[in-house]
């Protein structure tokens, strides 16, 4: 035998190309693509799928609340349900609390996550842009390998201003980070949610009416004008609408280095689902807000034009049930005391898959760029993960492409005690996952030691290197400002 192990007779599909192959890995990495292959092991694939392990590159997991404890999903429970869903790699967030610094609490992420048993990296959340973060603190988690920064325009307590925002995009630019960015626009949401509850209108419903598109396109507009006068790349995450993919659509235009995610959500769910009777409607409750079928179809046509990049999960879980998930001010809460968030990181390829590949609107290459290139590439993880080629980690997802499934929540195997999609039937799922070499899903049993997963340091690349433009030639960012 040639190597390890051969996938025989797949379909094999990377970013450019859809072929029969097989794939032969040798250790941990791939070693060939080709026909007639010999491998001591073989996994035959006749019918299936061969793609790259998902790259979710926004998922929240084990993040740590302000005033003590963590988020519900563990690193074992959120691998297990990664790997179920035929994602290998993730990028989750370190936090920073107001009056807190950044090198602390990013190393007791690192403790966190020696559970893991996908590969995992950091992104590094600013929420006070004090002196000692920008100027002494960034420069080295960014040397460490965290190398991007997420910033909140909206969410007590931890959004920034305008000037706190430039300065982090300043502080990535000095040191080589990308910046991610949630776009709302904190006053006007705050300001709308007091006139809906002084009008007695506190259900579920109305986190939509708090934020309508207008102040994610408003804040989205003033994130890539101030990225644009650092001359600092950055990310918009979670897109909601086309309305807002638009201001990324005209800042490529203009040359700018501006990156558009979406996600699962906002291709399935709305604000109706918001309006149902009791408390049930905070099972959907995200930010931005789902917003409509029209706006479904019009981020797929962004999605097609290469707006939108990358579709990840923005997986943020909190159980219905428990004291401490969705009702943790009780189910009469008013809807702006309600956490902020849906599960997903099982359920995103597969919704992706079914809704877009099964469905016609986008080709299975398209769905790999979405879901593994293109996270890969953006995050400095390219060409180790998120293709399928000599030299590179052997993670791929073995795909069939005509399993029918109704999702339920068993299925997802996260720790979360719900999915939004319970019920959404699917075409397209994965039934076995490889992670570096080793099978760890195989019909949904997940197998895999926590503590496999390894952490992905990544150094400079050159996809976020900054243009050069700067008005009038002057680089404000060179300043302690
Ligand atoms: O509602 C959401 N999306 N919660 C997770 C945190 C974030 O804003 O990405
Ligand atoms: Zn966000
Ligand atoms: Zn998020
Ligand atoms: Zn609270």
Same mark, same amino acid.
């Given at each position: 035998?040639?190597?390890?192990?051969?996938?025989?007779?797949?379909?094999?599909?990377?970013?450019?190309?859809?072929?029969?192959?097989?794939?032969? /890995?040798?250790?941990?990495?791939?070693?060939?693509?080709?026909?007639?292959?010999?491998?001591?092991?073989?996994?035959?694939?006749?019918?299936?799928?061969?793609?790259?392990?998902?790259?979710?590159?926004?998922?929240?997991?084990?993040?740590?609340?302000?005033?003590?404890?963590?988020?519900?999903?563990? $690193?074992?429970?959120?691998?297990?349900?990664?790997?179920?869903?035929?994602?290998?790699?993730?990028?989750?967030?370190?936090?920073?609390?107001?009056?807190?610094?950044?090198?602390?609490?990013?190393?007791?992420?690192?403790?966190?996550?020696?559970?893991?048993?996908?590969?995992?990296?950091?992104?590094?959340?600013?929420?006070?842009?004090?002196?000692?973060?920008?100027?002494?603190?960034?420069?080295?988690?960014?040397?460490?390998?965290?190398?991007?920064?997420?910033?909140?325009?909206?969410?007590?307590?931890?959004?920034?201003?305008?000037?706190?925002?430039?300065? /982090?995009?300043?502080?990535?630019?000095?040191?080589?980070?990308?910046?991610?960015?949630?776009?709302?626009?904190?006053?006007?949401?705050? $300001?709308?949610?007091?006139?809906?509850?002084?009008?007695?209108?506190?259900?579920?419903?109305?986190?939509? $009416?708090?934020?309508?598109?207008?102040?994610?396109?408003?804040?989205?507009?003033?994130?890539?004008?101030?990225?644009?006068?650092?001359?600092?790349?950055?990310?918009?995450?979670?897109?909601?609408?086309?309305?807002?993919?638009?201001?990324?659509?005209?800042?490529?235009?203009?040359?700018?280095?501006?990156?558009?995610?979406?996600?699962?959500?906002?291709?399935?769910?709305?604000?109706?689902?918001?309006?149902?009777?009791?408390?049930?409607?905070?099972?959907?409750?995200?930010?931005?807000?789902?917003?409509?079928?029209?706006?479904?179809?019009?981020? $797929?046509?962004?999605?097609?034009?290469?707006?939108?990049?990358?579709?990840?999960?923005?997986?943020?879980?909190?159980?219905?049930?428990?004291?401490?998930?969705?009702?943790?001010?009780?189910?009469?809460?008013?809807?702006?005391?309600?956490?902020?968030?849906?599960?997903?990181?099982?359920?995103?390829?597969?919704?992706?898959?079914?809704?877009?590949?099964?469905?016609?609107?986008?080709?299975?290459?398209?769905?790999?760029?979405?879901?593994?290139?293109?996270?890969?590439?953006?995050?400095?993880?390219?060409?180790?993960?998120?293709?399928?080629?000599?030299?590179?980690?052997?993670?791929?997802?073995?795909?069939?492409?005509?399993?029918?499934?109704?999702?339920?929540?068993?299925?997802?195997?996260?720790?979360?005690?719900?999915?939004?999609?319970?019920?959404?039937?699917?075409?397209?799922?994965?039934?076995?996952?490889?992670?570096?070499?080793?099978?760890?899903?195989?019909?949904?049993?997940?197998?895999?030691?926590?503590?496999?997963?390894?952490?992905?340091?990544?150094?400079?690349?050159?996809?976020?290197?900054?243009?050069?433009?700067?008005?009038?030639?002057?680089?404000?960012?060179?300043?302690?400002?």
């Amino acid at each position: 035998a040639d190597y390890d192990l051969v996938i025989a007779g797949g379909t094999v599909v990377t970013p450019a190309d859809t072929f029969r192959a097989d794939v032969g /890995v040798q250790g941990d990495r791939i070693a060939a693509i080709g026909l007639g292959l010999r491998g001591a092991r073989t996994i035959e694939a006749d019918g299936l799928l061969v793609m790259p392990g998902g790259v979710d590159s926004h998922c929240h997991i084990e993040q740590l609340r302000k005033g003590g404890g963590a988020d519900e999903e563990t $690193w074992t429970t959120g691998s297990a349900s990664a790997l179920a869903g035929g994602t290998t790699s993730v990028i989750t967030f370190s936090t920073q609390f107001k009056g807190g610094g950044i090198l602390a609490p990013l190393a007791e992420y690192h403790r966190r996550a020696a559970k893991a048993m996908v590969d995992y990296g950091f992104h590094q959340i600013i929420a006070d842009a004090t002196d000692t973060v920008i100027f002494e603190e960034v420069p080295q988690v960014v040397a460490s390998g965290v190398r991007s920064l997420k910033v909140f325009l909206t969410y007590d307590p931890v959004h920034l201003d305008d000037r706190q925002f430039l300065r /982090v995009l300043a502080a990535a630019r000095r040191t080589g980070a990308l910046v991610t960015v949630h776009c709302e626009n904190y006053e006007a949401i705050n $300001w709308r949610t007091a006139a809906l509850l002084a009008d007695g209108r506190a259900a579920p419903k109305y986190h939509a $009416w708090s934020r309508p598109s207008v102040v994610e396109r408003e804040a989205t507009h003033r994130a890539i004008a101030l990225a644009e006068m650092v001359d600092q790349p950055i990310q918009v995450f979670h897109v909601s609408c086309p309305e807002v993919a638009e201001e990324i659509a005209r800042a490529k235009a203009r040359g700018l280095k501006v990156w558009g995610e979406t996600c699962p959500q906002y291709f399935v769910l709305s604000a109706d689902h918001m309006d149902r009777p009791g408390f049930e409607g905070a099972k959907f409750m995200c930010s931005p807000a789902p917003r409509d079928a029209a706006a479904s179809e019009g981020l $797929w046509r962004m999605v097609r034009d290469n707006v939108l990049d990358i579709v990840s999960s923005d997986h943020s879980g909190w159980s219905y049930e428990s004291p401490v998930g969705k009702r943790v001010h009780g189910t009469g809460a008013p809807f702006r005391d309600i956490p902020n968030g849906v599960p997903g990181l099982a359920s995103r390829l597969p919704i992706l898959f079914s809704e877009g590949v099964t469905k016609g609107r986008i080709d299975a290459c398209t769905f790999v760029r979405l879901t593994a290139t293109n996270p890969a590439k953006l995050f400095g993880l390219y060409p180790r993960k998120g293709t399928i080629a000599p030299g590179t980690d052997a993670d791929i997802v073995l795909w069939d492409p005509g399993k029918q499934v109704v999702i339920d929540n068993g299925l997802m195997q996260h720790i979360i005690d719900y999915t939004p999609y319970e019920g959404l039937e699917v075409t397209g799922w994965p039934v076995a996952t490889l992670r570096r070499g080793a099978v760890v899903m195989r019909d949904g049993k997940v197998q895999a030691e926590p503590g496999s997963g390894q952490f992905l340091p990544r150094a400079p690349y050159h996809m976020i290197r900054p243009t050069g433009n700067v008005p009038f030639g002057f680089d404000a960012s060179a300043f302690r400002v």
